[in-house]
């Protein structure tokens, strides 16, 4: 039997955490982990459709695995093999293209990893198993996912949504994944107890969309938020990524209220513009954005606030992109997290006009970019001088350590393995761009969670 695996991740922290999942699947088996650098017997990929450059990426790495090992059994995965397994299976030398729900049950459905004369068998969403490839299913409950590590036990992620419910005109994510479904509240509260009892500092919740959290099996969010920091012991959880529709006043709310809560939201903007928001099928206005992140400068003053936007959507004009330059950059935002339109097979806004110069797609990037590097560094320089708690890795880079602030400051200081997975109270000395330099104040044991999509 084959014992050496490599896997490789692209898009999303969802996917991450999914990647554990199947990883753990190999481990279990006796398997040897291995560098996708090196050679190995098996290789997954774990891949992204969001947009062109992510699908030719992972072409590209299956073709240079199989550089490395000729033999080697190559399974891909994924939102780009969910959409597109018939491309990924003319690649010479794929052996199997697992659907959704599938690959979390891998051994399952490959009974061997030999390859044959007929590389891989692919099959549409709708068709059933064959030889080698499956059925690419989106529905059915959401299963209870393994944890991943992430960082020396110091973090690790937790699965407790999937699919979206959305149609925004740009995404592919409702087809590669299906409906919005979510992992019950006592099944959410039995992984994160094992994974506190594993000894994890920080815990990763991901979803597809997290804010929409339990419609599906009559609950919410909120309701899942209040129950998770009722655990005994200490830990905090940070919201990494929230629609704006969704993020409600009572979370709000009760952000401002618990320790337990990082002062840290990720709230996708997407465009400056009214006109592109409603091509784009956004259920919010910038308005709305605008209230939205004043309301929780106001109720929390300290928090981090990140953004994702996109630049060059069909019909966006020099003109919208000036105002969708202009909000993000007078907002109390923190950073952003900036995306080139991407034109998707099977979405609706591939048929719309106005296409974007690929140029100007890259030059509108560069901008915004450039305002986040700013905009990083004045958040940073206004905490300079305060007391924040700060979780620090185990790593020792060098003779020194990094570790975030509640609202995600990135912070390092000399290294001292008494503070590695601890909440240490740090005081931020220095600001050297987008990293604080801190001097340990005090420090008590704790555990850090986050709550996080792609």
């Not at 093999?81 to 891998?106: H, T």
């Not at 797609?361 to 007391?387: D, H, P, V, W, Y």
């Amino acid at each position: 039997m084959q014992n050496k695996v490599a896997f490789h991740t692209l898009g999303c922290k969802l996917n991450f955490s999914e990647t554990s999942s199947i990883s753990r699947q190999f481990l279990d088996r006796g398997f040897e982990l291995t560098s996708i650098e090196n050679e190995a017997d098996v290789y997954v990929f774990n891949t992204c459709s969001v947009t062109e450059t992510a699908e030719r990426e992972c072409r590209q790495l299956i073709r240079r695995a199989l550089r490395q090992n000729p033999d080697a059994f190559i399974i891909v995965t994924g939102c780009y093999a969910q959409l597109r397994p018939g491309q990924i299976a003319k690649i010479n030398g794929v052996d199997a293209v697992l659907g959704s729900n599938e690959k979390f049950n891998l051994f399952s459905v490959l009974k061997n990893f030999e390859k044959r004369e007929l590389a891989c068998i692919s099959v549409t969403p709708t068709e059933n198993l064959t030889e080698f490839g499956v059925a690419h299913s989106t529905d059915g409950d959401l299963p209870a996912l393994p944890f991943r590590q992430a960082g020396n036990r110091t973090r690790a992620f937790l699965k407790i949504q999937d699919g979206c419910d959305y149609n925004c005109s740009f995404c592919t994510i409702p087809l590669a994944r299906g409906q919005s479904r979510s992992l019950p509240i006592d099944k959410v509260r039995d992984e994160f107890i094992k994974l506190l009892d594993a000894g994890y500092k920080e815990i990763v919740l991901t979803g597809v969309n997290v804010g929409d959290y339990g419609k599906n099996i009559n609950t919410d969010f909120f309701t899942l938020l209040k129950s998770l920091i009722n655990i005994e012991g200490e830990f905090r959880i940070r919201i990494s990524s929230i629609e704006p529709n969704l993020l409600s006043d009572d979370i709000i709310d009760l952000v401002s209220k618990s320790e337990k809560l990082c002062d840290h939201f990720h709230i996708p903007l997407q465009n400056g513009s009214s006109r592109i928001l409603k091509a784009m099928q956004r259920r919010y206005t910038v308005n709305d954005y605008e209230t939205l992140i004043y309301k929780v400068k106001n109720k929390i003053p300290d928090t981090g606030i990140g953004a994702d936007v996109i630049v060059g959507f069909p019909g966006e004009t020099e003109e919208d992109f000036i105002h969708t330059h202009n909000l993000l950059r007078d907002l109390p935002i923190s950073y952003l997290h900036v995306f080139t339109y991407s034109e998707r097979p099977d979405t609706k806004a591939i048929n719309l006009p106005g296409k974007v110069d690929f140029q100007e797609r890259k030059r509108r990037n560069n901008i915004l970019r450039i305002l986040s590097e700013k905009k990083r560094a004045k958040f940073c320089e206004e905490m300079i001088g305060t007391q924040q708690q700060v979780l620090f890795e185990k790593n020792n880079k060098d003779g020194w350590m990094q570790g975030y602030t509640s609202n995600y400051i990135k912070v390092t200081t000399e290294y001292d393995e008494s503070i590695s997975g601890t909440l240490s109270e740090t005081v931020l000395l220095k600001s050297e761009s987008d990293i604080c330099k801190g001097k340990i104040v005090s420090t008590k044991k704790s555990v850090d969670l986050i709550i996080a999509v792609g």
